[in-house]
């Protein structure tokens, strides 16, 4: 598999990984007051928040975004070790 692929997709879970901090950074700001910024952060952060749910059903609401930053952390690492850059 060709390396830019992986970094691709590891640049994307970073980038998700950093919007879920992001929004629970903006929630203890503002206090989750409605506005644009919480909004964009709801849009891209909720899909996957639902991946995680259907993933682990029995979790609180509370704990779904530790676990899904967790998840990410695993998947990241499980790529990079699979398909570790040659030297």
Do not use: C, H
């Not at 676990?67 to 690492?77: G, P, Q, Y």
Request: proline fraction near 5%.
């Amino acid at each position: 598999m060709k390396i830019w692929i992986v970094q691709i997709v590891n640049y994307t879970l970073a980038l998700f990984m950093w919007l879920i901090i992001g929004r629970y950074i903006l929630f203890l700001l503002t206090g989750g007051s409605k506005g644009f910024m919480m909004d964009f952060f709801v849009k891209f952060t909720d899909p996957v928040f639902r991946i995680t749910r259907r993933i682990f059903p029995f979790l609180r609401e509370g704990i779904i975004p530790l676990a899904t930053i967790i998840l990410i952390i695993l998947i990241r690492i499980s790529i990079m070790i699979i398909f570790k850059p040659s030297k």
